[in-house]
């Protein structure tokens, strides 16, 4: 009764489990290192090419940054812009054309168009110490932008 039921509760230590491993939840579980998901990411960094494939074309690469939602986003409780599928600059980054996605206990990835890069950074264990993001995945996003500006 009354509105929508949130999710259960599910302990961080589930995801360390087989059985979390091996379950299809869309957009809850997937798996990868940081090389493997930098790597797919730089598909869209790229423009639709990466190590000589062409997979999309420019223009579908910039359907990613069409703002689909500017407010406070309703699960994570702090404001956001949405694009298609993926969180969107909010002006704390050097480049406009910026997207990202986190992960469940951190995991980060970053697709700057402008700088033609993608950068992950993800965790080996689950560690859920809650709020979002990690201070790690932080560290590593103003390491390399410093890097460029350098």
């Known amino acids: 009764r009354g509105g929508p039921k949130p999710n259960p509760e599910i302990p961080p230590a589930t995801a360390n489990t087989l059985a979390w491993r091996r379950a299809e ?4 579980n997937g798996h990868g290192n940081a090389r493997s998901i930098a790597a797919v990411q730089s598909l869209l960094a790229c423009g639709g090419e990466a190590r ?5 074309s420019e223009k579908g690469c910039e359907r990613v940054l069409e703002e689909q939602f500017d407010g406070t986003d309703r699960v994570l ?6 694009g ?8 704390q980054l050097p480049n406009p054309r910026t997207c990202f996605w986190g992960g469940w206990g951190g995991s980060l990835v970053l697709v700057d168009l402008d700088a033609r890069m993608s950068v992950a950074y993800t965790m080996n264990q689950m560690i859920d110490n809650g709020g979002i993001g990690d201070d790690r995945a932080f560290l590593i996003l103003a390491s390399v932008y410093e890097g460029l500006m350098a």
């Open 52 to 56: 000589g494939v062409r997979l999309l």
């Open 84 to 91: 298609l599928g993926y969180g969107l600059n909010g002006g």
């Open 25 to 28: 939840i869309p957009a809850a």
């Open 77 to 82: 409780g702090v404001p956001m812009r949405w």
